[in-house]
C-alpha cells in the first residue's frame, strides 16, 4: 500500500522544507539563437516558451520541438539544445529544491507541453514577467540577488508560485510527477537546505554548518553520509561543479564572471580549481562545447 509521502501527499511542514525561487525571467529575443549547446548538470530548472522560432532539446536518442505557442522543459540531465536563428522565447529559469538536494521537477528527457493545454501557463508567465519587469531592475539575471520589501517579495512569489504550481500540474498530466522528500534526520535536512541555499560566493566549513543543526561536526558528517552516501563537503562540491558548468554552457558569462560567482578571488585560481575537477582549463571546456565564455 502507497503512503502519503509515496503518493505525493504531504503534511503541509514537509512542504515547508521546498525551496522555491525564480532565478531570472525575460521575455525577448534569445541571445545566442541560431546556436546549440550541450546543458551538462543544470544548476537550476528551465521552462521556455517559443513565440518564434523552435526550440530543439535532445537526451541521447530522444528529441523534441517546441513550435511556436509551446512549452518546453529540458531535463537536469545532459542534452543538446538548438535554438532556430529567429527564436524569441519567454523564459523561466529557477530553483525548485527539497532539503535533501533533489529537484522537485526532474523529467528524465525533454518534455513539450502544447499550445491548447498550456494557455493558463503562457498567461500566469506573462504576469509573472510583467511584475518583476516593473519591480527590478534586470530582472533576466541574478534574481536571487535582488532587494525587495516584504510586500514586493510576497507579490513576486505569490506571481512565482501561481506559475510554479500550474507548471508542476502540466508536468504531472504529462507523466511526471513532482518528487518528494527523502526520509532523513530533520537535522541532516537543515543542513542539506543551508548547503543549498548558501551564496556559492560565500565560504563555509563543518563546525559552522555543524551549529546550525545543534549537532557536533563528527555527528553531522556521519548523518549526512547514511542520509546522502556523500559528506556535506563533497556535496557542496558538487552544486558547485554544476554552477560552473552551466554559466558557461550558457555563454552569457565570461570565465572571470563564472569564477567570481563561484567565490573565487582571481581567474587564476577559478581555473586553476575547474581544470582540476574536470581534467581541462575552462576556456578549452568552452571550445569543445562550441561556446563563448
Known sequence: MATAIDSGILRLRDWSGLSCWP???YDRAFPVAGRSWTGIG??????????TGTISVTTGK???????????IPPRVSHRIQFDADADILSVRFYALWPDGRELINPPRGVVLGRESSRTLTRLAKRLERFADRNFTR?????????ADAVQYLALNSHFFAWLGELVGQLSAAGYPPTTPAHADERVLRAAHLLNTLPLSESWNLEWLARQTGLSPAQLNRLFVAAFDTTPKAY????????ATHMLSEGR?????????????STCYFTAWFRTKFGVPPGKWCRERGTNA
Open 23 to 25: 532565478v531570472y525571467i
Open 42 to 51: 543544470q544548476a537550476h530548472n528551465a521552462a521556455w516558451l517559443a513565440r
Open 62 to 72: 530522444h528529441a523534441v520541438t517546441a513550435h511556436p505557442g509551446e512549452w518546453i
Open 139 to 147: 530582472a533576466d539575471n541574478g534574481m536571487e540577488f535582488k532587494k
Open 236 to 243: 557542496h562540491l558538487e552544486r558547485r561543479k554544476r554552477a
Open 253 to 265: 558569462f565570461s570565465i572571470k564572471q563564472v569564477g567570481l560567482a563561484l567565490g573565487f578571488s
